[in-house]
């Protein structure tokens, strides 16, 4: 099993920046991808940034240009660089792994954009 924690969140006025990070423990040989998804008071979760053991990376439209995701091999962590934030950008966020055959979850951390 892998056990995710995740930490960073916080409250930020519009155009700030934060960064989170979610390090990953556990059977971590079994990880192909991690990122987070984020969801919002009365809204679907969704996915925000994925990257996968190859370094390929994904992110979503609305955060693309402004939120990096990146990874830190030997700490087995990885790290999403928020910047330029946005009101429409406050959610819980919630780091994930996908394994080859079990997918995992943070605790997820509260991200509040102030305007």
């Known amino acids: 099993q892998v056990q995710l924690v995740e930490s960073g969140g916080g409250l930020v006025q519009a155009g700030g920046s934060l960064r989170l990070s979610c390090a990953a423990s556990g059977s971590i040989f079994s990880i192909n991808a991690m990122g987070w998804h984020r969801q919002a008071p009365g809204k679907q979760r969704e996915l925000v940034a994925r990257i996968s053991n190859d370094g390929s990376t994904n992110y979503a439209d609305s955060v693309k240009g402004r939120f990096t995701i990146s990874r830190d091999n030997a700490k087995n962590t990885v790290y999403l660089q928020m910047n330029s934030l946005k009101s429409e950008d406050t959610a819980v966020y919630y780091c994930?792994?996908?394994?080859?055959?079990?997918?995992?979850w943070g605790q997820g951390t509260q991200v509040t954009v102030s305007s």
């Open positions: 994930f792994a996908n394994g080859y055959i079990a997918g995992y």
